[in-house]
């Protein structure tokens, strides 16, 4: 076998030097998402949240007259994060379970507080509510990658609003539009997106405490039947771990259908990624844009002169992932029986981090690309002047018919004029000489004199540049206003681009 071979062959080398590239390696973690993702939906943010959770608990429940010190408050509060990973590992091995494998952890290092640690609580205490923090920190950070995006394509748009670039309907020529307006169209449906991530973290609740079937049936033991302390607590320790609310029922699980609309979300910016990289990857064929290629990058093992759009690519073969994920969610949650079964904790498990590494990806990626888009104005220029002249033959048809022509007699010129002017360029590959059978036809006469002004390409871009200035100024400047914040904050670490 290929791992006995290679068994064989490490043993030869220094100890251990081998060792790490004879496991599987997750390429979203350490490949391409950042560090400050990658911690999120690490066992470190998993478990030290646990010990949160637990003294929140606690602090709520000594605040409703529970028999709980301050010295064991004190006590949790002092080993929330040296968390002793070997003992919690031993226990659960022992245990055969995490959470009291993890208890037992807690209260070996809290002995004092080992009485209290979850008190009246189930796994899905620790568990769920650790997933609704995760998942709010991975939005939270997925909406300040978004602002990020949005302010460096505002600047893309700005620079390029007025530079006339052919409209593709069908990928066909069409309509001219601008540079700067098309990326507007990239921008719109990533605000979009943005508006959804400001909702769901807006509107993600806390499981709070509920009990092993959602009846909070202990905690109304723990408090002699008194309602009222136990609805207290279930506020209270919402507003310990920021949470403005709790879910309102429950299972033993929150519903699972948060999830399916969270990840949603993130299928929502995979797919404006995708489109925003598709239409990059198809300039870059037309050679009128460019991502960011570095001066030593090579496009081709074989092909020297290639420059290859990988970035968009890698944009697009990840986003094509991410925007598969919703599926399992939908399934997971479809699936669920009763008050709760454990047959959504594996996929969960997988496809919550990736969905959440993948978006990260994702966004890092548009930010570098944005950044270096690079435009080829001549090309651009050149590509427009080829399709120009059909499209100005409606301003010249028009003109001539003020002047006196026969509107319908021109039209039928026209058309045989463009038929011929057609099959030269696709049958003999020369230049479109449409303009100079105009030129050369009395039927035109009337225009004659200014048709070299008439084929001004940006006569022919309707209100590209305004709607590039209005959208900016009314949609894209109070979103980037109001996160101004975000703007400042630096990414902890860069990503492999």
């Not at 990658?145 to 949005?150: I, N, P, R, S, T």
């Amino acid at each position: 076998m290929n791992a006995d071979k290679f068994l064989e062959v490490a043993a030869t080398f220094p100890e251990d030097a081998l060792l790490d590239q004879r496991k599987y390696e997750h390429p979203l973690v350490e490949r391409y998402a950042t560090k400050e993702m990658s911690f999120v939906w690490s066992p470190a943010m998993k478990f030290t949240t646990w010990r949160k959770l637990w003294t929140a608990l606690a602090t709520a429940e000594k605040e409703l007259g529970l028999d709980i010190s301050d010295e064991q408050l004190e006590e949790m509060r002092n080993h929330i994060y040296d968390v002793d990973f070997e003992v919690a590992a031993k226990k659960e091995a022992e245990f055969r379970h995490d959470v009291m494998g993890h208890v037992h952890a807690f209260g070996s290092q809290a002995p004092k507080a080992m009485p209290v640690i979850h008190l009246g609580a189930t796994s899905c205490f620790v568990g769920d509510n650790t997933d609704l923090v995760q998942l709010r920190e991975g939005l939270q950070l997925i909406k300040r990658k978004l602002v990020k995006v949005l302010a460096t394509l505002k600047e893309f748009a700005l620079k390029y609003k007025d530079l006339p670039t052919l409209g593709f309907t069908h990928y066909q020529p069409a309509q001219l539009t601008t540079v700067g307006k098309r990326c507007t169209l990239w921008m719109q449906d990533l605000m979009l997106d943005l508006e959804r991530v400001e909702r769901e973290i807006e509107n993600l609740p806390m499981r709070g405490v509920k009990g092993t079937t959602g009846t909070q049936a202990s905690f109304l033991e723990l408090f002699d039947g008194d309602h009222e302390k136990v609805k207290a607590l279930n506020k209270r320790v919402c507003e310990l771990m920021g949470f403005k609310t709790a879910i309102p029922v429950s299972g033993q699980t929150y519903t699972r259908k948060i999830e399916f609309f969270i990840l949603s979300v993130l299928s929502g910016i995979a797919q404006s990624a995708y489109k925003m990289c598709g239409d990059i990857r198809l300039l870059a064929n037309l050679k009128e844009v460019e991502e960011p290629f570095s001066k030593t990058q090579i496009g081709s093992s074989a092909m020297a002169y290639k420059r290859n759009p990988m970035r968009s690519e890698r944009v697009c073969s990840i986003a094509r992932y991410v925007m598969g994920l919703p599926e399992g969610a939908a399934n997971t949650h479809a699936n669920q029986w009763f008050e709760r079964t454990l047959d959504d904790s594996a996929i969960r498990r997988i496809i919550l981090p990736e969905a959440f590494l993948g978006t990260d990806v994702i966004l890092n990626l548009l930010e570098n690309i944005s950044d270096g888009l690079h435009v080829w104005p001549e090309v651009v220029k050149s590509h427009v002047m080829a399709e120009l002249p059909f499209m100005a033959t409606e301003n010249i048809l028009m003109e001539c018919v003020k002047a006196g022509g026969d509107r319908q007699e021109l039209h039928e010129v026209i058309r045989v004029h463009s038929m011929e002017a057609g099959a030269v360029v696709k049958g003999e590959g020369k230049p479109n000489d449409l303009m100079d059978r105009i030129k050369n036809d009395a039927n035109f006469a009337a225009v004659h004199a200014k048709l070299d002004t008439m084929m001004d390409p940006k006569l022919f871009v309707g209100r590209a540049p305004q709607q590039v200035d209005e959208f900016l100024t009314e949609c894209i400047d109070p979103i980037l206003a109001a996160n101004n914040d975000l703007l400042a904050v630096s990414s902890v670490d860069g990503v492999n681009v």
